[in-house]
C-alpha cells in the first residue's frame, strides 16, 4: 500500500493535480485559507493516469469487498472514475447527486439499483467528510448496504475521520496528505520552510492564516 500511496502522489504532483502554495495560500468555499488545492478532475486528462487510478482501484474494491454488486460515484468529481471503476469490473454503476433534482423524476440517485445490494462508494477527495457521508446516507436510506468507500485523496483531518467512524463507514484512499507532502519534499517540489508551514496548517486548518 506504501508503494501505491507514493505512486499516487508522485502522479498527482506531475500533472499538477496538486498545487502548494505556501506563500500564496487558496481560499476554501468553507472559508478555510489553505496552502494546498488538490483538484483530480486532472487526472481524466491523462491517459496513464487515468488508467493508473482506475486499476488501483478496481485492485482496491477486489481485495477488500469481493461481494460488491454495485459501484457508485459521488457527484460530481467521482461520477468519472466511479463509472471507470465499474467498468473495469464489470458491474453496475450509479452516481449520487448532492440534492434530489428539482425537475423531472427528483432522483438524487440516478442509475439502476435494487434494496439490499452491496455498494462500494467511489470518491475523488475526503477533506471534512460530509459530503462523502451524505452520499452514504442517501444510498442507506435507499435501502442499499455501503460496504465501504475508497478515495483518491485524504487531507487526513480528525474531523473526517471521526465522522466516518460515527458513521460506521470504511474508508480507505490510494494517498494521503503526509506521502504527499514527504514526495514533494523529495522531488524538490517544496522547501523544507514550505514543509513546516503545510504541517501546521493541517494540524488546525480552521485558523489557519488569519
Not at 35 to 52: A, G, H, K, Q, W
Not at 115 to 133: C, H, M, P, R
Not at 166 to 194: F, K, P, Q
Request: proline residues 3%.
Amino acid at each position: 500500500m506504501e508503494n501505491i500511496s507514493k505512486k499516487t502522489a508522485e502522479f498527482l504532483l506531475q500533472i499538477k493535480a496538486i498545487k502548494l502554495q505556501p506563500a500564496n495560500p487558496f481560499t476554501w468555499a468553507s472559508g478555510w485559507k489553505s496552502p494546498i488545492y488538490c483538484d483530480n478532475r486532472m487526472t481524466l486528462s491523462f491517459p496513464e493516469v487515468r488508467s493508473y487510478i482506475r486499476k488501483v482501484f478496481a485492485s482496491k474494491v477486489r481485495e477488500l469487498y469481493p461481494d460488491v454488486m454495485v459501484i457508485a460515484g459521488v457527484a460530481t468529481g467521482a461520477i468519472a472514475h466511479g463509472a471507470l471503476v465499474a467498468d473495469e469490473l464489470d458491474l453496475p454503476f450509479i452516481y449520487v447527486r448532492s440534492g434530489a433534482k428539482d425537475h423531472g423524476l427528483g432522483n438524487q440517485i440516478e442509475g439502476r439499483y435494487e434494496k439490499g445490494q452491496k455498494v462500494v462508494v467511489i470518491e475523488d477527495l475526503i477533506s471534512t467528510g460530509g459530503s462523502s457521508l451524505g452520499a452514504v446516507k442517501v444510498l442507506r436510506e435507499a435501502g442499499c448496504e455501503v460496504l465501504g468507500m475508497i478515495a483518491i485523496f485524504t487531507y487526513g483531518f480528525a474531523k473526517a475521520e471521526e465522522s466516518f467512524a460515527a458513521e460506521n463507514c470504511r474508508l480507505d484512499t490510494l494517498s494521503n496528505y503526509s506521502v504527499l507532502v514527504e514526495m514533494a519534499a523529495e522531488t524538490g517540489y517544496i522547501s523544507d520552510s514550505d514543509v513546516d508551514t503545510l504541517r501546521k496548517w493541517r494540524s488546525d486548518p480552521s485558523v489557519w492564516g488569519k
